[in-house]
């Protein structure tokens, strides 16, 4: 079992940055590929990025590539996401996820545990 908690959400108007992190706690945590997703209202939840256990390969979607930066410290067992640019929309409910395996994947269902999520509002 691996329990998620982001923070670091808000409002932030375009152009601006905000750093989302994700505590994680209970199993290994190197064990585990992290995932960012989120979901806008009315829309399915998206891929946004992924990291695989130590960092070494990184993942994003198209729509946050050279936006976005995923990272992740296995000492305190967090991940993080630097998001740049900020656009409306970016505006979307954040999810931190892990995924019990080494490869990464941007299907949703293929994570484990998920976090409760964090808002992001970008205003323009």
């Known amino acids: 079992q691996v329990q998620l908690v982001e923070s670091g959400g808000g409002l932030v108007q375009a152009g601006g940055s905000l750093r989302l992190s994700c505590a994680a706690s209970?199993?290994?945590?190197?064990?585990?590929?992290m995932g960012w997703f989120r979901q806008a209202p009315g829309k399915e939840r998206e891929f946004v990025a992924a990291?695989?256990?130590?960092?070494?390969?990184?993942s994003a979607a198209d729509s946050v590539r050279g936006r976005f930066t995923i990272s992740r410290d296995n000492v305190k067992n967090t991940v993080g996401l630097q998001m740049n640019s900020l656009k409306p929309e970016d505006t979307a409910i954040y999810y931190c996820?892990?995924?019990?395996?080494?490869?990464?994947?941007?299907?949703?269902?293929?994570?484990?545990?998920w976090g409760q999520g964090t808002q992001v509002t970008v205003s323009s």
């Open positions: 990291i695989n256990w130590d960092g070494g390969r990184l």
């Open positions: 209970g199993r290994s945590f190197s064990d585990y590929v």
């Open positions: 996820a892990a995924r019990s395996a080494y490869e990464i994947s941007w299907s949703a269902d293929e994570y484990h545990y």
